[in-house]
């Protein structure tokens, strides 16, 4: 009997988790909106803006699997309320007028830190709401909301700041967390952490060692594997191009956008995103195989254009096609989990993950670097071009890995 997402939201936990992860992923985007305008208004530099940017990439490399494990110590709605909370309370601290930059991004990394266990939280709560297949679709369903919030949080994020400020903003997105909060209070059941017989102390080495082991292992395997270190190469791709996110205020300065300008803009890519996962799911799975080089040029081809510092309008659409083309990583990312062994599949992404969220930081504050010796639209062209170049290279390589399987798995 098939599962329909119908059934999916017809569990009131799902329905619960679903609202919650929207209203606080599109709050966390006002926030963003706000201190990438506050960091250029303060400081003019698209270097500090950028910087400051990718900083919110850090707590995923390294919170993640340091304070994910609490969510498996504690009652996980405890979790993810008490995380609520804490967000909110850091960044109603980060809308205090006049708060020193170091301060505000220091509270910034360590807002993205404490969303780390509820995050993880979340997934295990919603793995015990829904059995099996009815599981596959609530992902699913989780994914696609996490684009669409960042949409709506971007694009209303920049309106809020051009209307009320950055504080307002800031302060909404704080409001968020507790909505959020009182959601799961009133929506999700309370279980019993998961029973353990080892200390605390010995849970927290062993996350430290099993994240140790899995970087390792999961390099070698990786290294061994033709196919899997072209797919590996394909997600770091993605460090060129999310460099518009860095990039946005600054780069709108520059052709004479507002704050409105920043949040359309930083809504661009992810709206192609969602568009181009609708569109890359219809295609057969050869197709989309053969596709993964091509998109993942494509997917920074239209940085290469902002050199001419195009309107609004034009570059909004030049972004939302590179998002559109980014969606490469849905099939890339199948890809992956049919190439690596089951027993192993936890150490490959353990490695695939940390690449791809330190290629995403890096390629952020080095767009944000260039663009302090050059202009933004420059910086942008300049990492566009790079990024095609590697992304050739990256496609390359999977070709060559592809046709080298018997032709019973190529397809």
């Known amino acids: 009997m098939s599962v329909t997402y119908r059934q999916v939201f017809q569990v009131g936990e799902f329905r619960t988790l679903f609202v919650s992860m929207m209203v606080s992923v599109t709050g966390d985007q006002f926030a963003r909106v706000a201190l990438s305008l506050l960091i250029f208004d303060r400081t003019r530099s698209a270097g500090w803006t950028a910087v400051t940017y990718a900083l919110t990439y850090l707590p995923s490399v390294l919170a993640g699997p ?24 850091l960044v109603a601290l980060m809308a205090i007028p006049g708060l020193a930059l170091p301060i ?31 599981y596959v679709l609530g992902k699913g369903a989780l994914d696609t909301i996490v684009q669409l919030s960042q949409v709506v949080g971007f694009a209303t994020g920049g309106a809020l700041v051009a209307g009320a400020g950055p504080a307002t903003a800031l ?96 809504a661009a890519s992810p709206a192609g995103a969602v568009l181009g996962m609708a569109l890359i799911t219809r ?90 010796v050059v202009a933004p639209s420059a910086a942008l062209a300049g990492t566009g071009g790079l990024g095609v170049v590697a992304a050739g290279l990256a496609g390359a390589a999977w070709n060559r890995a592809r046709r080298a399987l018997p032709a019973e798995q190529a397809g």
């Open 66 to 89: 340091l304070l994910s494990g609490l969510a498996d110590r504690w009652p996980r709605r405890r979790v993810m309320i008490v995380a609520d909370l804490l967000r909110a309370a």
């Open 171 to 266: 302060l909404s997105d704080g409001a968020s967390f507790l909505v959020s909060a009182a959601v799961v209070r009133l929506g999700v059941r309370e279980r019993p952490a998961p029973s353990t017989t080892v200390s605390d102390a010995a849970i927290q080495a062993g996350v430290l060692a099993r994240w140790r082991r899995d970087l390792v292992d999961g390099s070698r395997l990786v290294a061994r594997t033709p196919k899997l270190r072209s797919l590996v190469a394909l997600a770091a791709v993605a460090g060129f191009y999310v460099s518009v996110e860095g990039l946005a205020a600054p780069y709108a300065a520059q052709i004479g956008g507002s704050a409105d300008a920043v949040g359309v803009l930083l």
């Open 283 to 372: 295609l057969r799975p050869q197709v989309r195989s053969q596709l993964l080089g091509p998109l993942a040029i494509a997917a920074c081809v239209p940085l290469v254009m902002c050199l001419a510092r195009p309107r609004l309008a034009v570059t909004a659409v030049l972004w939302l096609l590179s998002g559109v083309a980014s969606a490469y990583h849905l099939p890339a990312s199948a890809e992956f989990t049919l190439a690596v062994p089951d027993h192993r599949r936890a150490q490959a992404y353990g490695l695939a993950a940390t690449v791809l969220m330190t290629s995403q930081g890096l390629g952020i504050a080095l767009a944000g670097l260039a663009a302090t």
């Open 104 to 134: 505000a991004v220091a509270l910034l990394v360590l807002v993205q830190a404490a969303g780390a266990p509820g995050n993880a939280a979340r997934a295990a709560t919603a793995a015990a709401a829904l059995p099996d297949e009815q």
